[in-house]
């Protein structure tokens, strides 16, 4: 029998279902949140932002949040930028128009952002372009096919470098989020969709496969805690 975290899995996540939303939906993205926050992982994005914005100092940024689901990242990258003093417009793309709704609703009081409910494989994605495209935990739902196509698409979207924070594909991250979601969660879309999405994710050899698949040479393959890659990018 193969290990399971020999290679990705390529199960569908419940989130994945572009219907979903109402009660279960605000709850996932809430718990999401928290897990987010306490484990760390949002200054994986930040410092990757950080970074760029040292290698291109400008008086403002555009910044597009691929698949910004809730708009937690998008209120964690303002909240970096104001301490920062940076000046940064930022754009949410969800594809899940039930998502965008709910972001929008979280995010009212900015005015410094604009969402779009959109599918990143349609010509619709390419129309506009941006300094920065951010994707945080939005990777690993698709296949490796899927990244390929994506990766090209986001490089011809971006100015000036891209920011990708995902999962590792580990077997203690695997068992220590299906133990944290089993005792916390009341959502059971977390319950399934944490561990799973820890068996969708990457190790160092398959970032490095499908980078190299999309043409992307110059790439930063960063590790860090709480088991996270940092794709870094900068053009």
């Not at 410092?47 to 698949?67: C, M, R, T, V, W």
């Not at 128009?97 to 009081?109: C, F, G, H, Q, S």
């Not at 994605?125 to 994506?150: A, G, I, N, P, R």
């Amino acid at each position: 029998m193969m290990n399971k975290f020999s290679q990705r899995s390529f199960e569908k996540e419940l989130m994945d279902d572009l219907e979903c939303s109402g009660d279960e939906l605000a709850q996932t993205l809430k718990e999401l949140k928290t897990i987010n926050k306490w484990l760390g992982g949002n200054q994986v994005t930040t410092g990757g932002l950080k970074q760029i914005f040292n290698a291109h100092p400008q008086e403002e940024y555009s910044i597009a949040d691929i698949g910004c689901g809730g708009g937690d990242m998008i209120r964690v990258m303002q909240d970096w930028a104001r301490n920062m003093q940076k000046k940064v417009n930022f754009e949410g793309i969800d594809a899940n128009p039930n998502i965008i709704e709910l972001a929008k609703m979280r995010l009212a009081d900015l005015k410094n952002v604009t969402f779009y409910v959109q599918n990143i494989f349609s010509p619709d994605f390419l129309e506009s372009k941006v300094d920065v495209c951010t994707c945080t935990l939005f990777t690993h739902h698709f296949t490796d096919l899927e990244l390929v196509q994506l990766l090209k698409g986001l490089k011809l979207k971006s100015n000036l470098g891209i920011v990708i924070n995902d999962l590792h594909r580990n077997p203690i991250a695997y068992h220590s989020i299906k133990l944290l979601t089993k005792l916390f969660s009341k959502s059971p879309m977390v319950k399934n969709d944490g561990p799973l999405s820890v068996l969708r994710a990457f190790s160092r050899a398959d970032w490095e496969k499908i980078l190299d698949e999309s043409g992307i040479k110059d790439f930063h393959l960063t590790w860090h805690w709480a088991f996270r890659w940092q794709v870094l990018i900068i053009v």
